[in-house]
């Protein structure tokens, strides 16, 4: 088990981290390997939890690039980046200082699942976020490529794995630590494609990682192939603006972070964004260069979630395709055709984009490109992101089949603070279904595995009107405190003064009641239906679209005034008012699924061999392949039967 590079070289540790606390021998608690979004975060969540910690990519000036789309947010993903903001985490705060266009997604629809989204400057982010990066105490960055784990002997109370302990550069060096984490995006082994020509890149001008890809492989890590796709960037000066619909930001902008009341550029000196659509002359260059792309078959459309505009012919022939045209930064001269990533030969992309309404004079600057790469299948990891078969290694983002910035910063978060929980002995932390997107999002790739790059949606949450946006510090910002250490003590402070005002304001809003009459002589412009002899609770009225914290205080200044001083908290109190109802039987729900979450399933269990449960075979290799810590995760197993489930649980119980 012990990697042939095993070796006490000493490294040549360059230290770019302003931390002046960090040790000069190379020993670190937790290495983080990749700078992207998954990485960030991992690096940055273990610091704050403490640990001493290391980020190893291949290029600090690559840190926080953002490899496709020039925005964050939208719907699903815009829960994630609230519930990464309230665990401390860092992309929601260095979007509100990179953000060149907000507009909430979904509004038509609850709050409960509205979609925060912007359009960020691609150039401001990644500076943002390297001047964050680099002055994060406790954390040391390293540009090197990692080719090697170094492994040893399994910890006592784990017999039979093996555990890592550092990794091994490519240029021979190494560098130990207690946990390592892989955020290795879509570099193992991957290969970009264009039209026939493939040539093995991670992403656009950066190097691939074959070595590491190597070592997971020979360490009987199941890995799959899976591809994602990018639009050509086109020249903005080119396109015909005049005759295509414009969408304006929202005014006021709706901030990612909790720490934030609004965002660094202004609502009014925001950049607008442009619709135009494909058309039968699109449809048509595809079908016929079907043979001159290797990216995209008749067979092989390529992932469902961020098709390339080949596969939405493929699959939906005959329809006009939206195309956003979205700016790419406060100074740039690009355009990204958000809808159009494309794999087909360059002079053919300029060929379908000029038939595009207002693109007839576009110039492409950079080609669209297609990109194939190693995923590890993420049955193979645990809810705390750790791997089944190496003590100590967590894989997070891309690598585990995902596919979003969103996505990759929510897993980040978890490896990063569970990495260091691990060196310090603690428990891990996990968040549930019932908690959080984060927790839905780990839980479906854990239980059920993926075989298409995964992206969150709301569809994919059972308990959306609990797990809003506007909530996640309520849900997740004090566990993250208390279980994790992640949280800084002021954020956490400001989160109980916000949950415990909540609290307070609900009561106060249940004990106001008044008649119906007396209600419509206070607020005349909603029409309150319920039988006269009954008294209305102010929170009920709440609940009327036309009635928000400040009518209601007009009506009855005492004691509602102080609850509209702060906006937020006003705004929220009509959100948790407009659910109060549902939310009642939905709480109930929670608490029967978190009784079946609680029952863990003995670490240990010999699914093949097991005698005292009885299981098929197909249920024993599921369950064997899967490990699923609970009954809850067991039950969510594909081909896990619910007798077998019924019989888990009578074995659960009797050893208990
Ligand atoms: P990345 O952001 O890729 O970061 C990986 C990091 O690891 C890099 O910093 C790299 O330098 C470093 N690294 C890798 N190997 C090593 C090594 N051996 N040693 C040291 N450092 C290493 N997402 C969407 O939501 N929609 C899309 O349409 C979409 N299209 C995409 C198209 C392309 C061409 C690409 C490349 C990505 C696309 N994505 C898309 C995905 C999005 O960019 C990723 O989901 C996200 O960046 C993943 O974050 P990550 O941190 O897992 O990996």
Same mark, same amino acid.
């Given at each position: 088990w012990v990697a042939a590079s095993f070796t006490k070289q000493q490294f040549p540790l360059v230290r770019l981290s302003s931390d002046s606390a960090a040790p000069r021998t190379p020993h670190f608690d937790v290495i983080v390997i990749g700078g992207g979004h998954a990485g960030t975060e991992a690096a940055t969540a273990a610091a704050r939890c403490g640990s001493r910690t290391l980020l190893l990519t291949h290029r600090v000036d690559t840190i926080g690039q953002m490899s496709c789309n020039p925005s964050f947010g939208g719907i699903g993903k815009g829960h994630l980046m609230r519930e990464v903001d309230a665990l401390d985490g860092l992309c929601s705060r260095i979007c509100d200082q990179s953000g060149v266009h907000y507009k909430v997604l979904n509004r038509r629809k609850g709050p409960a699942v509205w979609g925060l989204r912007a359009q960020i400057d691609r150039k401001l982010y990644k500076q943002n976020m390297q001047k964050e990066i680099l002055n994060t105490p406790l954390l040391t960055v390293q540009e090197g490529a990692v080719e090697d784990l170094i492994l040893t002997e399994p910890e006592p109370e784990h017999t039979g794995k093996c555990r890592v302990s550092g990794v091994v550069l490519v240029d021979g060096s190494t560098v130990y630590a207690e946990s390592v984490i892989l955020t290795t995006g879509t570099f193992l082994r991957g290969m970009i494609v264009i039209g026939l020509e493939m040539h093995p890149a991670g992403r656009l001008g950066d190097q691939p990682s074959i070595g590491l890809a190597q070592t997971l492989e020979k360490l009987g890590f199941v890995v799959g192939r899976l591809k994602t796709g990018t639009p050509p960037r086109i020249?903005?000066?080119?396109?015909?603006?005049?005759? =295509?619909?414009?969408q304006t930001p929202d005014n006021p902008s709706v901030p990612f972070s909790f720490t934030n009341e609004t965002v660094w550029i202004k609502p009014e000196d925001q950049l607008p964004c442009y619709l135009t659509y494909t058309n039968p002359r699109v449809d048509e260059i595809v079908l016929n260069n079907l043979h001159l792309n290797s990216h995209v078959k008749e067979t092989t459309r390529g992932p469902r979630y961020c098709p390339s505009i080949e596969s939405k012919v493929l699959r939906f022939p005959n329809r006009l395709h939206q195309v956003w045209l979205e700016p790419e930064g406060m100074d740039s001269d690009l355009i990204y055709p958000q809808g159009l990533s494309m794999t087909l030969p360059t002079e053919l992309q300029e060929k379908m984009i000029t038939c595009i309404r207002g693109l007839e004079k576009a110039k492409v600057i950079q080609p669209g490109y297609g990109v194939q790469y190693d995923y590890l299948d993420p049955r193979q990891i645990t809810p705390s992101l750790e791997t089944h078969l190496v003590q100590? =290694?967590?894989?997070?983002?891309?690598?585990?089949?995902?596919?979003?910035?969103?996505?990759?910063?929510?897993?980040?978060?978890?490896?990063?603070?569970?990495?260091? =929980?691990?060196?310090?002995?603690?428990?891990?932390?996990?968040?549930s279904r019932t908690e959080g997107y984060i927790g839905v999002l780990i839980d479906d790739l854990t239980t059920l595995g993926t075989s298409e790059p995964y992206r969150m949606f709301t569809s994919r949450v059972e308990f959306r009107l609990s797990l809003r946006p506007d909530n996640a510090d309520i849900r997740l910002t004090l566990r993250g405190y208390k279980d994790a250490g992640c949280v800084s003590q002021q954020r956490y402070e400001g989160a109980c003064w916000m949950k415990s005002s909540l609290e307070e304001g609900i009561s106060v809003l249940k004990s106001i009641e008044f008649s119906s009459s007396k209600w419509k002589n206070l607020i005349p412009e909603v029409s309150i239906s319920t039988s006269r002899s009954l008294p209305v609770r102010a929170l009920d009225v709440l609940k009327y679209e036309e009635v928000d914290m400040d009518s209601l205080a007009k009506a009855v200044p005492e004691p509602l005034k102080k609850y509209t001083k702060c906006r937020e908290l006003a705004e929220r109190l009509k959100i948790e008012a407009t659910y109060e109802s549902v939310l009642f039987h939905q709480l109930q729900e929670i608490k029967g699924v978190q009784q079946d979450e609680a029952l863990q399933l003995p670490k240990d269990i010999d699914y093949l061999t097991i005698r005292d449960v009885s299981l098929s075979h197909e249920?024993?290799?599921? =369950?064997?392949f899967s490990r699923p810590q609970t009954i809850g995760a067991a039950s969510r197993i594909p081909g896990v039967t619910p007798a077998a489930i019924i019989n888990l649980l009578r074995f659960v119980k009797t050893t208990q």
């Open positions: 020249a903005k000066d080119s396109i015909n603006f005049s005759i =295509l619909n414009k100590r =290694l967590f894989f997070a983002g891309q690598i585990n089949g995902t596919t979003g910035y969103e996505e990759a910063a929510a897993q980040g978060v978890i490896a990063g603070i569970n990495a260091s =929980l691990r060196v310090s002995r603690k428990p891990p932390f996990v968040v249920v024993r290799e599921k =369950l064997h």
